[in-house]
């Protein structure tokens, strides 16, 4: 039931960061939990963060924890990603999305961004 828009993609060399933002339309926001996967070429879509309602809890996947930050504005109906420490094998098509309520795990989204573009060189 919300519109999300994802931008801040581009091409970083490894080691360098990005922040990507999402923006959602509609006016029960916060009553989403707000995640981030990605899909590579050739691979399936994975999980990368999730955070709930009131940013009161985070959930990452392994190969991102420590390096990237999942953050939320309510007021402006934003979501966001800061993406440090960038490796090749982060390039992936990033997706914003959405499921209502707690964070019930990593499949259950329901709502999708249109994704954006993450290409880290070596």
């Known amino acids: 039931q919300v519109q999300l828009v994802e931008s801040g993609g581009g091409l970083v060399q490894a080691g360098g960061s990005l922040r990507l933002s999402c923006a959602a339309s509609?006016?029960?926001?916060?009553?989403?939990?707000m995640g981030w996967l990605r899909q590579a070429p050739g691979k399936e879509r994975e999980f990368v963060a999730a955070?709930?309602?009131?940013?009161?809890?985070?959930y990452y996947a392994d190969s991102v924890r420590g390096r990237f930050t999942i953050s939320r504005d309510n007021a402006k109906n934003t979501a966001y990603l800061r993406m440090n420490s960038l490796k090749p094998e982060d390039t992936a098509v990033y997706y914003c999305?959405?499921?209502?309520?707690?964070?019930?795990?990593?499949?259950?989204?329901?709502?999708w961004g249109q994704g954006t573009q993450v290409t880290v060189s070596s």
């Open positions: 999305a959405a499921q209502y309520g707690s964070f019930r795990g990593a499949t259950e989204f329901g709502s």
């Open positions: 509609g006016r029960t926001f916060g009553s989403y939990t």
């Open positions: 955070i709930t309602w009131n940013g009161g809890s985070t």
